[in-house]
């Protein structure tokens, strides 16, 4: 069995359904046109599936023999965006766009799914294909677990996100921390109002909400091992409404990034005792909202070993490359804290044909060569996988 020789058979089909999917993005659960021509596929496969979290879809493929069960997860939700690409395949949606390769992830795990069709009756065990929504807002993963109870019957589970940052033609499959746990957060400010010429009858909240900017940063430089990493950004500071008015209300909205769950864990009660206590030594009272968007994400050692020795036997030791954990959210997280699994970055950057912007932007795209190499990775690494001892 030459999982390459069978995979180029699709070449074209999988860059056809790329385009396709590129030209009719759809936002986070909303992805219903997107879901109905993956179903249509599967249908013509002779897949069985079954939805879930409204527009997810988990399809199934039974080898020859019962075995070990493995998960290869798609996302496919698309992004605010208006595109500035001229090519023939732009996006037909004003103001929405693939533009993180969600398109590119269906189209390859399309591409595995007529791979491993193929060969069923060369591998023991099962392969779930999970096409999933809502990745880009971090509610599909949690959805898709909490609906389906999938972890409780899969053994691994394995993503890809084409990565710019990676040059074409390359793979990263490093263990360990790969993307970071991303937590969002609120606070707002409430002091006293009043003129700007008498503070001492006001609660200044511009002064509280600086202090609490300024203080927030001494959970990074103070509370955290300096071996570990913890960014903590506030990205909007809302307050006043004239020169001459002391403000009385404060919002502060930004996000939290951290690789580790040791650091993760600890940023609800930090948060919460940095934010309080500053607001209570100026007198103030604080609301605080933290949403838990994704945890880190953190590739298994042996599983990276098995995707390592795939990504080796599709294309030799030259593939592999070393590339760094991105503090990036990703909710395949959800999957990687509960079974083995890893997440693999598949280059999709060439400098020589100018396509290197970065992910989210509105010029971003990718080299479509990429894209046989992903399908590729996602069908060998199922087979290796259920062939291996781990």
């Known amino acids: 069995m030459n999982v390459k020789d069978i995979t180029k058979k699709y070449k074209d089909y999988i860059i056809e359904k790329r385009r396709y999917f590129h030209m009719n993005p759809e ?65 037909q949606k004003d103001g929405l766009m ?42 599909g993963a949690k959805a898709v677990i909490e609906e389906s109870k999938i972890t409780n019957s899969i053994d691994a589970a394995f993503a890809i996100h084409l990565w710019q940052g990676v040059p074409v033609g390359k793979i990263s499959l490093e263990s360990g921390a790969r993307m970071a746990a991303a937590d969002l957060f609120s606070i707002k400010v409430k002091g006293k109002s009043g003129h700007g010429s008498m503070p001492h009858e006001t609660i200044d909240a511009v002064v509280v909400a600086s202090a609490i ?26 307050a006043g409404t004239r020169h001459n008015i002391i403000a009385g209300e404060a919002l502060l909205e930004g996000t939290i990034r951290s690789f580790s769950d ?40 042996d599983i990276s070993n098995i995707l390592k020795n ?12 070393k590339y760094e954990k991105t503090p990036g959210g990703e909710d395949f997280a959800y999957f990687t804290q509960v079974v083995p699994g890893a997440l693999a970055f598949v280059g999709i950057r060439n400098d020589a044909k100018g396509i290197n912007s970065p992910h989210h932007s509105e010029t971003f795209n990718m080299d479509e060569e990429a894209l046989e190499m992903g399908a590729n990775l996602y069908a060998q690494f199922a087979i290796d996988f259920l062939n291996s001892e781990k």
């Not at 930090?270 to 838990?292: F, G, H, M, P, W």
């Not at 080796?312 to 592999?320: A, I, R």
Request: with cysteine; hydrophobic share 40%.
């Open 27 to 91: 936002p986070s659960l909303n992805e219903y046109n997107t879901s109905k021509i993956i179903q249509e596929e599967l249908k013509k496969l002779g897949i069985p599936f079954e939805i879930v979290a409204k527009t997810g879809i988990i399809a199934t493929i039974k080898g020859k023999n019962p075995g070990k069960t493995v998960l290869l997860r798609a996302d496919m939700d698309a992004l605010e965006v208006y595109e500035k690409n001229d090519v023939s395949y732009k996006s």
């Open 98 to 139: 693939h533009a993180c390769g969600h398109d590119g992830h269906i189209a390859m795990l399309l591409g595995a799914a007529h791979v491993l069709n193929d060969v069923k009756n060369d591998f023991s065990g099962e392969v779930k294909l999970l096409f999933q929504p809502a990745e880009e807002t971090a509610q």
């Open 262 to 301: 040791e650091v993760w864990k600890k940023v609800p009660e930090q948060l919460e005792r940095v934010v309080k206590n500053t607001a209570a030594a100026y007198d103030a009272s604080v609301e605080i909202n933290l949403t838990r968007a994704t945890p880190p994400l953190v590739n298994n050692q």
């Open 310 to 321: 795939s990504a080796v036997k599709l294309y030799g030791e030259e593939v592999v490359t």
């Open 213 to 238: 900017v300024m203080n927030l940063q001494h959970l990074v430089s103070r509370n955290t091992n300096p071996l570990d990493t913890l960014v903590v950004t506030v990205g909007k500071l809302v």
